[in-house]
């Protein structure tokens, strides 16, 4: 069975159980989906019809509308990016530097505020909101630059918007990405965080841009764009894929915005992949530890689900995954190391069912370029000829 289009939807961060080497990551125990319904437990009707909730054993239901499994993660490393590098066929083996521990080297620091032309504060690992909240009233006063990390490959710079423009933000980032090119700095992503407001009321903006270093080899994306295929990407897809193998780009606001954007390309008439990413539940909830909120926003996603199916044409295929887990009822605020979903549904099934466990992610993405009849991943397997 053959599809024309195929939008592949990522639940940022929504695990279903930890991980066979959960233990490594120090994630014994884990599990986003399943302690959200534990602690905050809500219908989601849409959601448990295509067998999402099987997957952690709260219901188990034997007639889905939806082909349904998990697959495992086997990338050295449990965050975004190498996340969805592995969902497109390239796993990570040798894990993206992080400086958790530490905070960035003197000489690294000292580099960008020669190139930047302002002071740098902050330099630790950090929530995003938490430290705006430390060191915004600062960044004001002075107009430097909070840099901070996190558990994640990534060097984050924040400003105010009424202080810093945009443009000069980015462009303080732009200088960060090439700076940390060198090996021993090189990170995986360097993030803008904006934020406006007033001194015990900052908000970060939507207006958060990603440098991401380019994959390190071709996607399933590029496969697709080098063999003429449209590949749409919605959310920060483009920013993590840093604009390799995508033939158009749709930013998003929020989860909202995000539905509605997939719900307009699904109105336009294009053959090939539209690869969306919904990152308020990681964003806004996992990390802040926020199970009402987390278990809230996956309701709203289950209150669009029939829209969405609904918009889906005959031969198009459907499906939704994660990338990684953040289970809000863990110690800390970063991500865990889980299995993710994945839900797969079209029109033309006639007895979709539970398919075994996926070895790896890459799976995903192996399934997607035989569909279409491009180049395979070098790692990964197809399930196409299961679905029917």
Aim: with cysteine; net charge neutral; aromatic share 8%.
């Amino acid at each position: 069975m053959k599809f024309s289009r195929i939008f592949l939807i990522v639940l940022d961060s929504l695990g279903v159980g930890e991980a066979i080497d959960a233990k490594k990551f120090d994630d014994e125990g884990v599990n986003t989906l399943g302690h959200i319904l534990k602690y905050n437990p809500i219908d989601y009707p849409n959601l448990e019809k295509m067998g999402f909730l099987n997957l952690v054993n709260y219901k188990n239901i034997k007639e889905t509308d939806s082909y349904y499994t998990k697959a495992h993660p086997k990338a050295n490393g449990k965050d975004t990016l190498t996340g969805h590098l592995e969902l497109m066929g390239i796993r990570t083996i040798k894990p993206f530097k992080s400086f958790l521990k530490t905070g960035f080297p003197k000489e690294l620091i000292d580099e960008l505020e020669k190139r930047t032309g302002r002071k740098i504060i902050g330099n630790y690992a950090a929530s995003g909101t938490e430290i705006i909240k430390e060191l915004g009233e600062e960044q004001i006063k002075t107009g430097s630059l909070i840099v901070y990390t996190s558990a994640d490959s990534v060097l984050q710079i924040a400003a105010h918007e009424d202080v810093i423009p945009l443009e000069e933000l980015y462009k303080d980032c732009q200088i960060a990405r090439e700076l940390t090119l060198k090996e021993e700095w090189k990170v995986g992503r360097i993030i803008a965080r904006p934020y406006i407001g007033k001194v015990g009321n900052f908000i970060r903006t939507p207006n958060r841009h990603d440098y991401a270093l380019d994959p390190a080899g071709d996607t399933v994306l590029d496969n697709l764009k080098n063999s003429g295929y449209d590949v749409i990407a919605i959310g920060k897809i483009s920013d993590i894929f840093n604009n390799c193998g995508i033939t158009k780009s749709i930013k998003t606001k929020d989860n909202l915005d995000g539905i509605t954007k997939i719900l307009d390309v699904e109105k336009e008439n294009f053959k090939g992949i539209c690869f969306a990413n919904l990152n308020d539940f990681d964003s806004k909830y996992g990390h802040r530890r926020d199970i009402k909120g987390y278990a809230e926003a996956i309701k709203e996603f289950d209150n669009y689900l029939p829209r969405i199916k609904q918009d889906l044409q005959e031969d198009d295929l459907l499906m939704i995954v994660a990338d990684h887990g953040n289970d809000p009822s863990y110690k800390g605020t970063d991500h865990t190391r889980e299995n993710v979903p994945v839900l797969i549904y079209s029109k033309k099934f006639k007895d979709p069912k539970h398919l075994k466990e996926l070895d790896c992610f890459t799976d995903i993405g192996a399934t997607i370029a035989d569909n279409f009849d491009v180049k395979m991943p070098v790692v990964g397997k197809s399930f196409l000829g299961k679905l029917k």
